[in-house]
């Protein structure tokens, strides 16, 4: 064995040190440790709370909207042939929306109506998959029947087959005098998301939003695309027609500021627990310091026998390193194998202790979800590692400056 690995690992695990100094050494890898695991688990559940989050909210959410100043019947249909000539759209349904009030008694909660054919409701937003009540089908047999969100059917104390009054935006003229236009709608199902449109969406069918909401609603054609991810491709080639009267609207618009501010919110966690790693970190600073003081008769041996500055440096700086990279390989076992047993975990927890840790009714879910990536284990890893480095820096550097002569006068 090489002489400065032979010394690393002699001062790292032999018996030469001082109690407290390894009190500090177990301390600071144990915390190194902690630091880590906690990271990469923190990360993937955000990671797992955002995919969940994405998969539910997108199921509903078309990837694009298409709004063009002209919206003719006709007009939108040309528009949503068009976009199902292009191989990204997976399909496409003319819409129209609206923000009315429901009323049930007393009860009252605004909401937004979405009006579309039983193609678009199938094939664009796959409504269907997210039915627990009725029958999506009645939708587009029946005239003035509604779809509500389970959260609305909640909070206006409402089941299928019940009756609601929607008043809309359009002012009806009577000879007691102007007041706004209100019709019975019969309620045929009950959708869940687990997000938001849960407690702020209806949907009807496509003849009865035009006899609803009249021609001043907003118009337009709503697509579905193959991959999402590419549908700034589709809307670069839409823009390319130089067609200013249309207006796009993809799900960056409608829904990328709360995927910002989850991954913002992920960044700033992310910073505060590396906080735990910069301690275990100036831990290792400390354990070195006091290391290089107990040691000082033996650096001036080894100068004496000829080790140069260098290698004492690169020793001391090893003795650090190969401490902070044991902390941060139990880390990162322990953080993955949390991350990939969360979910069980806290169930069994729930099962054994009768807790409900997270009760689908506040958080639309039953469970932790957790998304392993490895893309932020090496981010975690590579960090902590630069942190030790630099952590072991100094003190291997006052180790290699010891003076030889007045550190054998104490010997």
């Known amino acids: 064995m090489p002489l400065s690995w032979d010394l690393i690992l002699r001062f790292t695990f032999g018996g030469g040190q001082r109690g407290f100094t390894r009190v500090v050494a177990l301390a600071s890898l144990l915390g190194m440790m902690l630091g880590v695991a906690a990271l990469i688990l923190v990360l993937s559940v955000m990671n797992g709370f955002a995919a969940e989050l994405q998969q539910r909210l997108f199921s509903v959410t078309p990837d694009l909207l298409l709004e063009p100043d002209l919206s003719t019947e006709a007009s939108l249909k040309e528009w949503s042939m068009r976009l199902q000539s292009y191989p990204d759209v997976m399909a496409s349904s003319v819409f129209q929306q609206s923000t009315v009030l429901l009323q049930f008694g007393s009860r009252s909660r605004g909401v937004k109506m979405v009006g579309m054919d039983a193609a678009g409701l199938n094939e664009v937003i796959d409504l269907p998959g997210h039915m627990i009540a009725g029958d ?90 193959v991959d999402r991810t590419r549908v700034n491709d589709l809307t670069e080639k839409l823009t390319a027609l130089n067609d200013s009267s249309v207006k796009l609207t993809d799900w960056r618009e409608s829904q990328g500021s709360l995927f910002a501010a989850i991954k913002m919110e992920k960044l700033t966690v992310a910073m505060l627990l590396a906080s735990v790693i910069l301690v275990a970190a100036f831990n290792l600073v400390s354990m070195l310091t ?122």
Not at 340 to 363: H, K, M, N, Q
């Open 136 to 225: 999506l089908s009645v939708l587009s047999r029946d005239s003035f029947t509604v779809v509500l969100g389970v959260d609305v059917a909640r909070l206006l104390g409402v089941g299928v087959g019940d009756e609601v009054t929607v008043v809309l935006p359009r002012l009806t003229a009577t000879p007691l005098g102007v007041f706004p236009k209100s019709r019975a709608l019969r309620v045929v199902g009950l959708f869940e998301v687990g997000a938001q449109p849960d407690a702020n969406v209806a949907y009807v069918a496509a003849d009865s939003s035009v006899r609803l909401m009249g021609p001043k609603a907003k118009r337009g054609v709503q697509a579905r695309l």
């Open 290 to 411: 006091m290391s290089v003081t107990e040691k000082r008769g033996d650096i001036a041996i080894l100068q004496v026998l000829g080790l140069s500055p260098m290698k004492l440096l690169v020793i001391f700086l090893g003795h650090g390193v190969l401490l902070a990279l044991l902390g941060i390989s139990a880390g990162t076992l322990l953080g993955v194998a949390l991350a990939v047993w969360i979910s069980e975990l806290s169930l069994w927890l729930e099962r054994a202790l009768g807790w409900v840790l997270f009760d689908p009714a506040v958080y639309y879910i039953a469970g932790l979800p957790s998304q392993l990536m490895l893309r932020d284990v090496i981010m975690v890893v590579v960090g902590a590692m630069i942190l030790s480095m630099m952590a072991s820096l100094y003190p291997a550097w006052r180790a290699a400056k010891v003076p030889p002569a007045e550190a054998l006068n104490y010997v």
